[in-house]
């Protein structure tokens, strides 16, 4: 416990500043001798399973294999020797810190992310598989442990405000995963003419004693788990807040972090009150935009595909990855860095960001933003206004009018046929504007676009 906290305090002091590491290993030494032991029994506890239950003794020898190769990591890891301590190779690091810094780090982020859950989609029969999602466990946590010996990324991970980040994008993966697999088993029983697997467990449960006792059972254990968590982590407290000195970066509560890289595309207006309330707006209508009654009440994915995907995408692609992206790789100025990067305070990154409008009459043109003359009406000044934003207005008219039609004739043929002109229209409408937050980002890091609207007469920027 005490060496945790040093470890904990240690990684406070130092996120703004360089380590050496000898210092570093000492204080991180404790700490990730008993991380790969916790490893070690958790894959001899695997490999006792198989044995025992399922009297699988080959794939027993493997984890009995890797358990050796973990405890073998532990005394290393715990002997604060720069030489010894297993960490990752100095090529990748850098590889990492040049290709995943900046701009072009959110890009390869942002678009990795997309990929590999492309590919956990197409390939989800595989990867549901026991042995293969223990085995993905395991490189995700060997990965963590050698990473850990980077004094940087340590400083972020090990940070007390970040550290229940990291335990819920584990948590994530494995309900996701516990989903999907009771998702593909259905799928699979629905393909033999069989009822989903909720249909064999359907039995109902007395609320007393059976319920009541279950959340008793829980509430117990959850306050125990709170408790060793205060004894071993410390508060995340700062210090007394000073408007003169303010921390830096400044970042909202982790389930807000996603708003607060929002406003870094959009206005505020837009980011902090108009998405939230489309998002809000959309999930109350989902039951009367829903036409397909399949599904209901059991996981499948091959009888809802449309909407699985769209809440993957909009809940894994564009709410968890903008926060770990918000809490791991925003750091001063709210620059980007990458994940082996120091943060460094002093580190300027050179905006220069484009409205639209000047990107068409500027370099298009070349004939200058139009401008009222000086003397001219209220409402003569209004029009130069729309014909200078006129590129931007038309643009997202035409994205917001010409596509629904367009896709009711392509790619939603049947959705339109099913649902009819106002539910398509509701639905069209809500799926494109949740598309203008990825489109927005897509826009800012390859063209530097500030904005499609900018109006700031008005206060109107989109």
């Known amino acids: 416990m005490h060496g945790l ?7 406070q002091a130092s996120l703004g500043q360089h380590s050496s590491d000898p210092d570093f290993l000492e204080h991180m030494a404790g700490f990730l001798g008993a991380y790969y032991i916790v490893l070690a029994m958790m894959n001899a506890g695997a490999a006792l399973y198989l044995w025992r239950k399922r009297n699988d003794m080959r794939n027993a020898l493997i984890w009995v294999l890797i358990a050796l190769g973990f405890t073998i990591l532990a005394p290393l890891a715990a002997s604060a020797n720069a030489d010894w301590v297993p960490g990752m190779p100095q090529f990748f690091i850098d590889f990492v810190n040049r290709y995943f810094s900046g701009t072009i780090g959110a890009i390869l982020y942002s678009s990795g992310t997309l990929a590999l859950l492309a590919v956990l989609f197409v390939c989800r029969r595989f990867f549901v598989k026991g042995l293969v999602a223990w085995s993905l466990l395991n490189l995700a946590l060997l990965v963590m442990g050698l990473s850990m010996a980077n004094p940087n990324f340590a400083a972020i991970v090990t940070k007390p405000d970040n550290v229940p980040i990291v335990m819920l994008v584990f948590l994530l993966g494995f309900f996701t995963w516990v989903a999907t697999s009771q998702a593909v088993k259905n799928d699979d029983r629905l393909e033999q003419g069989l009822p989903p697997l909720e249909k064999l467990n359907d039995e109902k449960v007395l609320v007393w004693p059976d319920l009541v006792y279950t959340e008793l059972i829980c509430m117990v254990a959850v306050t125990a788990f709170m408790i060793v968590w205060a004894l071993l982590l410390p508060a995340p407290l700062e210090d007394f807040a000073n408007r003169v000195k303010t921390p830096n970066p400044s970042k909202a509560p982790w389930y807000f972090l996603g708003l607060q890289e929002m406003l870094v595309y959009f206005d505020p207006w837009y980011a902090g009150v108009v998405l939230p309330s489309i998002v809000i707006a959309g999930l109350m209508a989902i039951p009367y935009l829903d036409f397909n009654k399949s599904g209901n009440g059991y996981y499948t ?11 993957q995408f909009g809940f894994l692609a564009l709410w968890v990855t903008l926060i770990i992206l918000g809490t791991f790789l925003r750091g001063p100025n709210w620059n980007l860095f990458a994940p082996y990067e120091h943060w460094d305070a002093h580190k300027v990154a050179a905006l220069n960001n484009v409205d639209l409008s000047y990107y068409f009459w500027e370099y298009g043109i070349g004939t200058g933003l139009p401008k009222a003359p000086t003397g001219s009406s209220g409402l003569a000044s209004f029009g130069y206004i729309l014909l200078r934003e006129s590129p931007g207005i038309l643009a997202v008219l035409a994205y917001m009018m010409v596509l629904p039609p367009l896709m009711a004739m392509t790619i939603f043929r049947k959705f ?10 509701v639905m069209s409408s809500l ?3 949740m598309m203008t937050l990825p489109l927005k980002m897509v826009l800012r890091w390859t063209f530097n676009l500030k904005y499609i609207i900018s109006i700031p007469e008005y206060f109107l920027n989109f």
């Open 5 to 11: 906290s040093q470890l904990i305090f240690w990684s």
């Open 301 to 311: 994915i091959a009888q809802r595909k449309f909407s699985y995907l769209v809440f």
């Open 416 to 425: 339109f046929a099913r649902m009819g002109f106002a539910r398509y229209m």
């Open 431 to 433: 799926f494109l504007l």
